[in-house]
């Protein structure tokens, strides 16, 4: 039941990369965000450097969400496989897992080149302003993704501490 409920989010995710990944002809500034209190930044917990941060820290199901990546792609990748695991914030195990095989097909079908080159360089910010699909996941997340190509090389590991703030349908629909 849980998994039904959390899979949206799961797809949110997968949707902010792979526009993250589609996006190239937006180029902003590389600098990130000093760390600020309204900034979330994403921990790499892989070998490959990639830099991910968004504002506001905590995402309002009403609100919109700014993302900036900087990120150069370390190996060609032609398609490959992808995990996800989703952890209530702190917790040891995962109470979701997702993993699946990509090819050139499916990387087309989001719009994203392929093959992508090694040295590739995405640097850009976006704006996701539609999140209602976090409407009914009001609470505090770990989100661990990674990739690797067909050859089994690392593409990024980044674990993302989510906030949703809940979202109150009063009577005078605040
Ligand atoms: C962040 O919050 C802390 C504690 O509330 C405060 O001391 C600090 O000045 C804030 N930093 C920024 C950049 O706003
Ligand atoms: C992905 O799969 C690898 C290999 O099975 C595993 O070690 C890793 O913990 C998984 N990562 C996530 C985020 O599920
Ligand atoms: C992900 O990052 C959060 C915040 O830094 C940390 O508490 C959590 O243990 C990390 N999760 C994993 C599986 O490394």
């Given at each position: 039941?849980?998994?039904?409920i959390i899979?949206?989010l799961?797809?949110?995710?997968?949707?902010?990369?792979?526009?993250?990944?589609?996006?190239?002809?937006?180029?902003?500034?590389?600098?990130?965000?000093?760390?600020?209190?309204?900034?979330?930044?994403?921990?790499?917990?892989?070998?490959?450097?990639?830099?991910?941060?968004?504002?506001?820290?905590e995402l309002s199901p009403?609100?919109?969400?700014?993302?900036?990546?900087?990120?150069?792609?370390?190996?060609?990748?032609?398609?490959?496989?992808?995990?996800?695991?989703?952890?209530?914030?702190?917790?040891?195990?995962?109470?979701?897992?997702?993993?699946?095989?990509?090819?050139?097909?499916?990387?087309?079908?989001?719009?994203?080149?392929?093959?992508?080159?090694?040295?590739?360089?995405?640097?850009?910010?976006?704006?996701?302003?539609?999140l209602?699909?976090l409407t009914s996941y009001p609470g505090y997340y770990?989100?661990?993704?990674?990739?690797?190509?067909?050859?089994?090389?690392?593409?990024?590991?980044?674990?993302?501490?989510l906030k949703v703030l809940e979202v109150y349908?009063?009577?005078?629909?605040?």
């Amino acid at each position: 039941m849980v998994e039904k409920i959390i899979l949206p989010l799961f797809l949110l995710l997968t949707v902010i990369y792979l526009q993250c990944m589609a996006h190239k002809g937006n180029i902003v500034d590389m600098s990130m965000d000093n760390a600020d209190n309204n900034t979330g930044v994403a921990v790499n917990c892989g070998k490959v450097d990639i830099l991910l941060s968004w504002t506001p820290k905590e995402l309002s199901p009403s609100g919109e969400v700014k993302i900036k990546l900087s990120y150069i792609v370390p190996f060609s990748i032609d398609g490959g496989f992808f995990n996800a695991s989703l952890y209530f914030h702190g917790d040891d195990s995962p109470f979701l897992g997702y993993a699946d095989n990509f090819d050139c097909d499916t990387m087309k079908q989001y719009g994203i080149q392929c093959p992508i080159k090694k040295g590739l360089r995405f640097t850009f910010t976006k704006a996701i302003s539609n999140l209602h699909v976090l409407t009914s996941y009001p609470g505090y997340y770990d989100a661990i993704v990674q990739v690797w190509n067909s050859q089994n090389d690392e593409m990024f590991c980044v674990n993302l501490t989510l906030k949703v703030l809940e979202v109150y349908n009063g009577p005078d629909g605040y």
